[in-house]
T-cell receptor, first 113, second 112 residues
Framework: DSGVTQTPKHLITATGQRVTLRCSPR?????VYWYQQSLDQGLQFLIQ???????AKGNILERFSAQQFPDLHSELNLSSLELGDSALYFC????????????FGPGTRLLVL | QKEVEQDPGPLSVPEGAIVSLNCTYS??????FMWYRQYSRKGPELLMY????GNKEDGRFTAQVDKSSKYISLFIRDSQPSDSATYLC????????????FGKGTKLSVIP
């Protein structure tokens, strides 16, 4: 158990809908990272937050957004969902902002029908 | 050319074998190198972390980094059926570069 928690574990929704994925980092970690894992693309970095502020952005679509709250938990919002958004979404955390040792949560499996 | 290349396998070995997993990369700015293990439908688990070139050993696992060749390896000695998983290499440039760039993973099966 990495200490990173993610909810929900599974999510099934329809195209065009909006969902919110939640992540709680390990105790004491200030950084939260979001990744998308699909069969063809592998693990792709989406976005990082450090102590409430956006720190780095990767291949995140404009339909996706995230935020980190004062208690350091983070939410990833996915809107106008498409079939191709079906994937595993992972959250990771690290103590600081350098990102070199990241601990991953169990993931949220999203299925868009 | 992808930034990180990793043979997807699958790789099947008998129990007790030595396993060699490898990644090559193109970005010379990468300084931190990691290996993650991912069991089916689970989150990646950090196995090894290495800074710059050199070797690091932890139990049955040895990580090697050769920055001159842009090549990293993970060796597993006395492989066990419980080692059956997908192994992902990951790397980052460190200060000013926070995201991990992952290989696509090598699926390993250790046969009893």
């Amino acid at each position: 158990d990495s200490g990173v928690t993610q909810t929900p574990k599974h999510l099934i929704t329809a195209t065009g809908q909006r969902v919110t994925l939640r992540c709680s980092p390990r105790s004491g970690d200030l950084s939260v990272y979001w990744y998308q894992q699909s069969l063809d693309q592998g693990l792709q970095f989406l976005i990082q937050y450090y102590n409430g502020e956006e720190r780095a952005k990767g291949n995140i679509l404009e339909r996706f957004s995230a935020q980190q709250f004062p208690d350091l938990h983070s939410e990833l919002n996915l809107s106008s969902l498409e079939l191709g958004d079906s994937a595993l979404y992972f959250c990771a955390s690290s103590p600081g902002g350098a990102g070199e040792t990241q601990y991953f949560g169990p993931g949220t499996r999203l299925l868009v029908l | 050319q992808k930034e990180v290349e990793q043979d997807p396998g699958p790789l099947s070995v008998p129990e007790g074998a030595i396993v060699s997993l490898n990644c090559t990369y193109s970005n010379s700015a990468f300084q931190y190198f990691m290996w993650y293990r991912q069991y089916s439908r689970k989150g990646p688990e950090l196995l090894m972390y290495t800074y710059s070139s050199g070797n690091k050993e932890d139990g049955r696992f040895t990580a090697q980094v050769d920055k001159s060749s842009k090549y990293i390896s993970l060796f597993i000695r006395d492989s066990q059926p419980s080692d059956s998983a997908t192994y992902l290499c990951a790397m980052t440039g460190g200060a000013g570069s926070y995201q991990l760039t992952f290989g696509k993973g090598t699926k390993l099966s250790v046969i009893p």
